[in-house]
């Protein structure tokens, strides 16, 4: 007979689940017993929040499921900020909390037990696709493959398990397994897949604008056959950077917010898109006109149709959709012409980051320059990181993270350390000295685990984006000032290796450069401040009229 913690152990390690992030409480000790001889890592970190976030991390940076295990009430409710990021960016996470013994509870009463909450699972029911609380010891196995199964199906994201602590204790002669089956996805009809090749191959100025869909269906390869074929320009959104390699003849560089990128969306007679929803920080609030023909490859028809209705919509899998698109489409002239125009709008971009924001043009170049290849970057929502975002050459999918699906400040130190525990090496994490706060006890987590983690803070005295919006609409500056520690000291303070420049000159690219070839995870701060860039809502080019 095994108590419901190993069984639940048991599950994990039957899903495949390599690490683990939590913090232990009162009622989720059991766990902690059981992971102890399981093989799964566990790494224990200083708030529920960072448990979310780093299992995020995880996620997004391995495609796998990330796994946090909090406990009840207070402890469950840390998490929500970070499971609403996963939720909203569709990364498949699986929430464990314990729940008040069932033995004290009364329905429809709250009793004052330690930690009760009314409804423990309705807390998360608007941020995860499902919310639900074990009811027996016997049901912990089944109900945690089909939040596991459910977290990991097509359109993916983060799914809460609620288990009441006495369960974990249980000892029960058996287990049983879920034995419901995976939904499937309706099969494509022929028609519309002929429609669509017949739309692509007539169009004069075809277009590709791929999302974290085709990333999740590992389709930058099929993808970027189809856009040689067609000599279309692919853009990604903030969600699928890295899709396709920057070196490919079709890859458009810079988002689309540059006013050269956003023109090839204007001219594109025929816009393929493929597992996007083509949300408002990507379109500029809809403000970039619908397209005189619309195909969208989605695993979800109304997810494609609820921002730009689509002439035709093929439900399935981004690469294997891509896959038999190619079937029947040949190479068409135009390719070399337009490898010619992307090169164009790179330059002439890149001399404009140069002329007006120079430093972010050194920040850009050294990451550039001086990350190991296989780096993962990981950024918050800073004015730093939104350079990143839509500026930073990704290499490859899944190596570069990015909060723009709900826009959580304070998700990129706690989701750089869920990515780093991957052990894939070396992770870059681009925070704002304000977004660090968020998470900065976690210092102690990166030390405990001797995580690889750069942490660059670019350290502004405040919220710069925050400041800018009140500058701009000629507001006097209110909250926006920080106090903020010496942040070199905070970081040795816990033992960890840092150090602190002034600007993106030669000093921080020197540092850098020893920072992320490094064994031990290290922490350097940068005195600068940053105008925002053109994929900034204050920066839109199209005005609503």
């Not at 949300?279 to 023909?293: A, H, S, V």
């Not at 970057?377 to 004015?383: G, I, K, L, R, Y």
Request: proline share 7%; hydrophobic share 45%.
């Amino acid at each position: 007979m095994k108590t419901g913690a190993e069984h639940l152990v048991d599950v994990l390690t039957e899903l495949g689940a390599e690490v683990v992030f939590g913090l232990p409480g009162v009622h989720n000790l059991p766990i902690w017993e059981a992971l102890a001889g399981s093989g799964i890592r566990l790494v224990g970190v200083r708030h529920e929040q960072t448990a979310g976030y780093a299992a995020d991390g995880y996620a997004r940076a391995t495609g796998k499921l990330g796994v946090a295990i909090v406990t009840t009430g207070p402890g469950a409710a840390n998490t929500i900020a970070a499971v609403g990021e996963a939720m909203a960016s569709a990364s498949p996470v699986l929430v464990l909390a314990t729940d008040i013994p069932s033995t004290l509870r009364r329905p429809g009463v709250v009793r004052g037990v330690l930690h009760e909450t009314g409804d423990q699972a309705a807390l998360f029911a608007p941020v995860t696709k499902a919310a639900t609380t074990v009811e027996a010891a016997e049901d912990i196995v089944p109900a945690v493959q089909r939040a596991a199964r459910l977290a990991r199906r097509p359109q993916s994201g983060p799914v809460y398990v609620g288990i009441p602590t006495d369960f974990l204790r249980e000892k029960t002669a058996r287990r049983s397994d879920d034995e419901s089956r995976t939904e499937r996805i309706p099969a494509l009809h022929l028609k519309d897949l002929d429609h669509a090749r017949r739309l692509l191959t007539t169009a004069r100025r075809p277009l590709i604008w791929a999302g974290g869909g085709a990333v999740r269906a590992e389709a930058g390869g099929v993808i970027g056959e189809l856009a040689t074929l067609l000599a279309a320009p692919v853009i990604t959104t903030f969600a699928g950077r890295g899709l396709l390699p920057p070196t490919h003849p079709c890859a458009a560089p810079n988002p689309v917010h540059a006013p050269e990128v956003g023109a090839l969306w204007d001219e594109a007679d025929v816009v393929l898109g493929i597992g996007t929803d083509f949300d408002g920080l990507m379109t500029q609030n809809w403000l970039m006109p619908q397209p005189p023909k619309l195909i969208a490859i989605n695993v979800d028809a109304e997810d494609a149709a609820k921002n730009y209705p689509p002439d035709v919509t093929l439900v399935g899998d981004a690469r294997e959709v891509v896959d038999r698109l190619l079937a029947g489409i040949g190479p068409r002239e135009g390719l070399a012409e337009l490898t010619t125009r992307l090169r164009g709008i790179e330059n002439t971009v890149r001399r404009r980051m140069r002329a007006e924001e120079p430093q972010a043009a050194d920040f850009l170049g050294t990451l550039e320059e001086t990350l190991p290849e296989g780096a993962v970057v990981v950024a918050d929502m800073c004015v730093a990181g939104y350079w990143a975002g839509g500026y930073h050459r990704v290499s490859a999918p899944r190596r570069f993270a990015y909060p723009m699906g709900w826009g959580t400040l304070g998700f990129g130190f706690p989701a750089a350390l869920g990515a780093a525990a991957a052990g894939h090496g070396r992770v870059v994490c681009v925070s704002g000295d304000g977004g660090f706060l968020y998470g900065c006890g976690d210092l102690a987590t990166l030390a405990q685990e001797s995580l690889p983690v750069t942490v660059i803070i670019v350290d502004d005295g405040g919220y710069g984006m925050l400041r800018f919006d009140q500058d701009r609409a000629g507001l006097p500056q209110r909250g926006v000032n920080l106090h903020t520690p010496n942040f070199v000291g905070l970081a040795r303070s816990f033992g960890i290796n840092a150090d602190q420049v002034k600007g993106f000159g030669r000093a921080f690219r020197r540092l850098l450069g020893e920072f992320v070839r490094a064994d031990e995870p290290n922490v350097l701060v940068v005195r600068a401040s940053l105008t925002p860039p053109l994929n900034t809502s204050p920066r839109w080019y199209r005005v609503s009229s």
